[in-house]
């Protein structure tokens, strides 16, 4: 078991892009990392390489409420606190205009982004009120405030961690618990062959003759967000990189 002086960082989607970057960020900063995710095998190498000792993991789907009960048992045989939940799984599927999108990528984006992710709260939340202290870090996204076209779906199921995250802090007043919604733009990882289903070509055209944020960068963000004094809470944080802006609003005949 743990030593309980090193903080304890939960991180959901620790199998790729800004979860294994966090998971990497937090080591190295000397906390103790729980990474999870469905891919077992990929779970299992980063704990290779960051070590058992700092590294533990464990299998999990937020779409699945056995899997978060089994987290939860999990962690309460840890026996220690837990100081950061960082609510990172998620994903977009398609880019289709919404009278020709697929109906099943609507549904496992919002069962992933919105239901996965309120669980997994309700399901830590209660252990960091008992604790009277706690961090929620959500990964929301730059689609959850601004529209652009094919995003119909998963900027909305963003919007929802968005006014998700205020709403928990409304609620947690006086707990100790705080709440963050960071908010990245254009990021380069799996994010877009997992959008594209697998067609990894179409996936880095996307990235293609800009420069895009990197997983570390927001794994930077998150550590940031996590080391402020107890008594600062960033409610959200947005960032895009520098090649990414704004459009006018379309006009159309
Ligand atoms: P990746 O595809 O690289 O990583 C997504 C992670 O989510 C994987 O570890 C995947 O693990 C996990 N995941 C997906 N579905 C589930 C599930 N049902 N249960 C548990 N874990 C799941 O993408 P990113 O790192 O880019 O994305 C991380 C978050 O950041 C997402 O919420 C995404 O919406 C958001 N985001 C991404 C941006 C980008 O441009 N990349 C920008 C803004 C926000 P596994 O498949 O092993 O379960
Ligand atoms: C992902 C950011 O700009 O690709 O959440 O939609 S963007």
Same mark, same amino acid.
């Given at each position: 078991m743990p030593s309980s002086d090193r903080k304890l960082v939960v991180i959901t989607g620790?199998?790729?892009g800004f979860g294994m970057a966090s998971a990497k960020k937090f080591v190295e900063q000397g906390w103790l990392v729980l990474a999870t995710a469905r891919r077992e095998s990929r779970l299992e190498e980063l704990q290779k390489e960051l070590g058992a000792e700092n590294c533990y993991i464990k299998r999990l789907d937020v779409t699945n409420d056995e899997s978060i009960s089994d987290l939860v048992g999990f962690i309460s045989g840890m026996q220690v606190e837990i100081d $950061?939940? $960082?609510?990172?799984a998620g994903l977009a599927l398609g880019l289709s205009p919404a009278h020709q999108a697929d109906l099943n990528d609507w549904q496992t984006m919002i069962e992933t982004n919105v239901i996965g992710l309120a669980k997994m709260t309700r399901a830590i939340l209660p252990m960091m009120v008992e604790q009277q202290r706690g961090h929620i870090i959500n990964i929301g996204s730059i689609a959850g405030t601004y529209p652009y076209p094919g995003a119909n779906v998963y900027g909305a199921t963003k919007a929802f961690v968005e006014q998700f995250s205020l709403n928990l802090r409304a609620d947690l007043a006086g707990t100790g618990v705080r709440v963050t919604n960071i908010e990245p733009g254009l990021a380069q990882t799996e994010f877009s062959e997992v959008r594209f289903h697998g067609d990894k070509e179409k996936a880095a055209s996307i990235y293609e003759q800009v420069e895009p944020l990197v997983a570390e960068d927001i794994a930077e963000s998150v550590y940031w967000c996590a080391s402020?004094?107890?008594?600062?809470?960033?409610n959200r944080l947005e960032l895009m990189p520098t090649c990414q802006s704004f459009s006018p609003l379309a006009i159309t005949s």
């Open positions: 620790a199998s790729s $950061l939940l $960082l609510n990172n402020q004094p107890k008594h600062v809470n960033i």
